[in-house]
C-alpha cells in the first residue's frame, strides 16, 4: 500500500482509495459516507488541520475522489472536475479510475458509457455534443 499526503496536513491517502488520519500517536483509517447529492464518498477535516484560508471553520467535507486525485495526479488544473474513468463507480477512489478533466470531457465520457451501455456506441458524440472529437487513449 502506497500512502500520500493531501493538502490537508494530518491527513493521508491510499493507493487503495482510502484516507487516513495521522491525529495524535495513531494513523486511523477514516470511514466515509456517500453524499446524497452526487452519490461520491466524502469525509470531514477538522479546522486545526485546514489551510489558513479556511480560518474559523470548524470542519470541512471533502470529496475522497478529490483527495486521491489530488495526491496521486498532482494539483488540480483550473477548470478541471476529479473525473471517475474507466468505471464511472463513485465508490472507486483508487489513483488508476481518477483522473483530471474537463466538465465537457466527463459529460462526453458519462455519454459514451451510458450508450454502451444500451447497446448505442458511437451515437453520443455526434447527436449530442456536435463537433467534440473523441480521444481513444481516454476510451471515449
Known amino acids: 500500500?502506497?500512502?500520500?499526503?493531501?493538502?490537508?496536513?494530518?491527513?493521508?491517502?491510499?493507493?487503495?482509495?482510502?484516507?487516513?488520519?495521522?491525529?495524535?500517536d495513531k494513523v486511523r483509517k477514516l470511514k466515509p459516507w456517500v453524499?446524497?447529492?452526487?452519490g461520491h464518498l466524502r469525509v470531514r477535516v477538522f479546522e486545526?488541520?485546514?489551510?489558513?484560508r479556511h480560518a474559523g471553520r470548524r470542519y470541512k467535507d471533502v470529496g475522497v475522489h478529490v483527495l486521491v486525485c489530488t495526491a496521486f495526479h498532482g494539483p488540480r488544473?483550473?477548470?478541471?472536475?476529479?473525473?471517475?474513468w474507466p468505471d464511472r463507480n463513485p465508490a472507486d477512489n483508487r489513483p488508476s479510475n481518477l483522473c483530471w478533466g474537463t466538465h465537457q470531457e466527463n459529460t462526453v465520457?458519462?455519454?459514451?458509457?451510458?450508450?454502451?451501455?444500451r447497446?448505442?456506441?458511437?451515437?453520443?458524440?455526434?447527436?449530442?455534443l456536435p463537433g467534440y472529437q473523441t480521444d481513444p487513449e481516454?476510451?471515449?
Open 138 to 140: 481516454l476510451g471515449f
Open 77 to 84: 488544473p483550473d477548470g478541471a472536475l476529479a473525473c471517475h
Open 48 to 52: 486545526k488541520y485546514l489551510p489558513p
Open 1 to 24: 500500500m502506497i500512502l500520500k499526503p493531501t493538502p490537508y496536513p494530518h491527513y493521508l491517502v491510499s493507493d487503495e482509495g482510502d484516507v487516513y488520519s495521522t491525529h495524535g
Open 35 to 38: 453524499s446524497p447529492k452526487t
Open 109 to 117: 465520457h458519462r455519454l459514451a458509457h451510458e450508450a454502451q451501455d
Open 119 to 128: 447497446g448505442q456506441e458511437g451515437l453520443f458524440d455526434e447527436r449530442l
